[in-house]
C-alpha cells in the first residue's frame, strides 16, 4: 500500500511560481516513476510530468520550459517546480504512482493562478 500526500499549492499571481510537494509513504520509493497530473474544473484529468527511477523526465507541452519535476529519494518525495504560472494552469494537482497494475494518487492540491 502506498500513501501520497501533496502540499504546496495556493494562490499566485500570473507570472508567480510555485514548488508542489509529494510525500510517499512505503517503501522502494526510489524503484518507481512517479507522476503529477491536474484536472481543471469541467476538464479531463491531464498528465502534466513524470519521472523515471532512474530521473529520466517527461512534459506535457503545455509545461515544457516552465515546470520542472524531480526527486529526491532520501526522502521519499517528488516535486514539481511551476514558474511562469498562467491563468490557465488553474487546476487541481496530483501525483500518482504505479505498483504493480495498481495506481495510488494523492488526495491533491489546489493551485489558483489569478491576479
Known amino acids: 500500500q502506498v500513501q501520497l500526500v501533496e502540499s504546496g499549492g495556493g494562490l499566485v499571481q500570473p507570472g508567480g511560481s510555485l514548488r508542489l510537494s509529494c510525500a510517499a509513504s512505503g517503501s522502494r520509493f526510489s524503484n518507481y516513476a512517479m507522476n503529477w497530473y491536474r484536472q481543471a474544473p469541467g476538464k479531463q484529468r491531464e498528465l502534466v510530468a513524470s519521472?523515471?527511477?532512474?530521473?529520466?523526465?517527461n512534459y506535457a507541452d503545455s509545461a515544457k520550459g516552465r515546470f520542472i519535476i524531480s526527486r529526491d529519494n532520501a526522502k521519499n518525495t517528488v516535486y514539481l517546480q511551476m514558474n511562469s504560472l498562467k491563468p490557465e494552469d488553474t487546476a487541481v494537482y496530483y501525483c500518482k504512482t504505479r505498483r504493480l497494475v495498481s495506481d495510488y494518487w494523492g488526495q491533491g492540491t489546489q493551485v489558483t493562478v489569478s491576479s
Open positions: 519521472i523515471t527511477s532512474t530521473y529520466i523526465t
